[in-house]
């Protein structure tokens, strides 16, 4: 069962994190820009081709890295994000969208706006899940889509489980599990949703690596703040011993991640 609140987020600290880490975000977004880029070909799979008409949003849209790829398939392109900073380096891309800061949770549209939403890695840091797909059904015409991409709980597990032989502190966020996503989206109001869970892994020479990609993009740590920060050289020794033990063949050392990739249709 899924509780109403998943996690507690301090939603003023999450924007100020994000929006912090806006100037160098690109330079550690590997991943969400592997991520975002797969997402954009389903929306082409699924028929959202360049030249559509209507309204697009890219919900959550960050530094704006998509809003260029979004732009040729609507008339009119929003993109909404938590963060003003992180608004402020979209405004720099050009790319034609209008950009608005809010709240996923309680998105600042009327009923019906929206022929399709796309949103890349930002539905995990919603503090209440089904609120936010409710309102996602909301703002979506009959027969609108919302494609989106999310962590779900296995993300980061090697990480996990080094901290662990260190402290019993939660130094990496809780993402939901699969049929935990699934009853927010039941909750939110879709039905038959298409969905597809990915095993998603990424190599680094050290672990400092992965740790300074992480604080680069604002997400060492955004749930459960008391447990924040990496401490002190001691404890990070440490880590580093027990994250050895997930050195592959290859000589990296292996972060995955657990990815849902979803189409809902508004009914």
């Not at 019993?168 to 949703?193: D, K, M, W, Y």
């Not at 095993?199 to 300074?212: D, H, K, M, Q």
Request: aromatic share 8%.
């Amino acid at each position: 069962m899924l509780h109403e609140r998943f996690q507690a987020v301090d939603k003023a600290q999450l924007a100020r994190r994000f929006g912090a880490a806006a100037r160098h975000y690109d330079a550690h977004a590997r991943f969400q820009q592997e991520v975002g880029q797969a997402l954009l070909v389903r929306m082409s799979v699924a028929g959202m081709h360049e030249g559509l008409e209507g309204r697009g949003l890219d919900l959550g849209c960050g530094t704006g890295f998509f809003l260029p790829a979004l732009a040729g398939r609507c008339s009119e392109l929003i993109g909404l994000d938590l963060a003003p900073g992180m608004l402020a380096q979209a405004a720099l891309r050009g790319s034609g969208a209008r950009l608005l800061c809010g709240d996923a949770e309680q998105l600042p549209f009327a009923d019906g706006t929206f022929d399709w939403v796309f949103s890349s890695l930002a539905l995990q840091w919603c503090e209440r899940p089904a609120q936010a797909f409710a309102e996602l059904h909301r703002v979506l015409k009959p027969g609108g889509r919302l494609l989106f991409s999310t962590l779900l709980a296995e993300s980061l597990w090697q990480l996990r489980e080094a901290w662990r032989t260190v402290d019993e502190c939660a130094h990496v966020n809780r993402f939901l599990s699969l049929p935990q996503l699934q009853h927010a989206i039941a909750t939110g109001g879709f039905s038959a949703p298409v969905l597809e869970s990915l095993a998603w892994s990424l190599g680094y020479p050290e672990l400092n690596g992965l740790l300074r990609d992480l604080k680069g993009i604002g997400a060492s740590q955004v749930n459960d703040q008391r447990h924040g920060g990496l401490g002190n050289r001691q404890r990070l020794l440490r880590l580093s011993e027990a994250y050895e033990a997930h050195r592959q063949p290859d000589g990296l050392l292996a972060a995955s991640y657990e990815v849902c990739l979803g189409q809902l249709i508004r009914r």
